[in-house]
């Protein structure tokens, strides 16, 4: 079983929505920050939204603050990314990765295991 299984990107049109879900097993989910982060072809990977643990406190890319909502169902072991108003910008695999405890939240090398990625195609 893979520890982290994204699902829900598609190809959409801009100004429409879509609703990704990483569902995590293995460890304690309720004691683990778990990030979505995106890769477009030829760039590295950036950092979209995370959620902490602690104190479910949210944060955000600037490019994506006010149309993505980041959440969390501990019952369900899964973080879930509604992206709203999307953007040919936003197009790009988006991956969901578990923080490792030590070094920034916002860099992708703090984080592992990672999901496969779920494509998100956004058309203008």
């Known amino acids: 079983q893979e520890p982290l299984v994204e699902s829900g990107g598609g190809s959409v049109q801009a100004g429409d929505s879509l609703r990704l879900s990483c569902v995590v097993s293995?460890?304690?989910?309720?004691?683990?920050?778990v990030t979505w982060f995106r890769q477009a072809p030829g760039t590295e990977l950036k950092f979209v939204a995370t959620?902490?643990?602690?104190?479910?406190?949210?944060y955000y890319a600037e490019s994506v603050k006010g149309r993505f909502t980041i959440s969390r169902d501990n019952a369900k072991k899964t973080l879930v990314l509604q992206m709203n108003d999307l953007r040919a910008e936003d197009s790009a695999v988006y991956y969901c990765?578990?923080?490792?405890?030590?070094?920034?939240?916002?860099?992708?090398?703090?984080?592992?295991?990672w999901g496969q990625g779920t494509q998100v195609t956004v058309s203008s």
């Open positions: 990765a578990k923080y490792q405890g030590v070094g920034s939240r916002y860099h992708h090398g703090s984080y592992g295991p």
């Open positions: 959620i902490y643990w602690e104190d479910s406190s949210a």
């Open positions: 293995g460890g304690r989910f309720s004691e683990e920050t």
